[in-house]
């Protein structure tokens, strides 16, 4: 294998963490939904999730002092619009109707889940300390919901560039972890 040199700004096209996830968030009555791919898993028990909200999102004004959002996880079927809500501003949008996602009440944060995700995470923001500096939220979820009938779906990974992979087969290999 013969490897060249990289330019820098492309590194993140090689560790984008894990799949990409539509983020709902919502102040005084109204819920915005963006794409995230900046994420990653701290801890097991409770779950801790780094996120990195950017401060020129409009889903950032709505974290900030509410402390709440969904993870919601996306399979292939909805890439069209977890792009789509990527490409545009919940500021002059309703994303929701826009691409076609349902609203469903969470049952402990005021964010809403969307129907048409096979999994959704009700979280707190834990730790704020480094949002002003890296952008970065530490949040806990402290509720999980799943389709049961989402066995081993097919995620969306992004790739930069407007690239993006597809989840496929699923290896299972002797682990030590429950």
Request: hydrophobic residues 45%; positive net charge.
């Amino acid at each position: 294998m013969r490897k060249r040199a990289l330019p820098l700004e492309r590194v993140y096209q090689l560790l984008e963490p894990g799949p990409v996830v539509l983020l709902t968030t919502a102040r005084k009555g109204r819920a915005n939904v963006m794409t995230l791919s900046w994420h990653a898993m701290l801890d097991f028990v409770p779950p801790l999730v780094c996120l990195v909200v950017s401060r020129q999102d409009y889903s950032r004004g709505l974290l900030n002092p509410t402390k709440q959002c969904v993870i919601n996880i996306p399979d292939a079927p909805l890439a069209r619009a977890v792009v789509g809500v990527g490409n545009c501003s919940g500021r002059d949008a309703d994303k929701f109707a826009r691409f076609g996602l349902t609203k469903v009440p969470a049952t402990v944060v005021r964010p809403p889940m969307i129907q048409e995700c096979f999994a959704s995470l009700e979280c707190r923001v834990v730790d704020s300390s480094m949002a002003d500096v890296y952008d970065l939220f530490v949040v806990e979820v402290i509720a999980a919901w799943a389709d049961s009938r989402a066995e081993n779906p097919r995620t969306l990974h992004h790739r930069g560039l407007g690239n993006f992979m597809i989840a496929g087969r699923t290896l299972r290999l002797p682990s030590k972890m429950k």
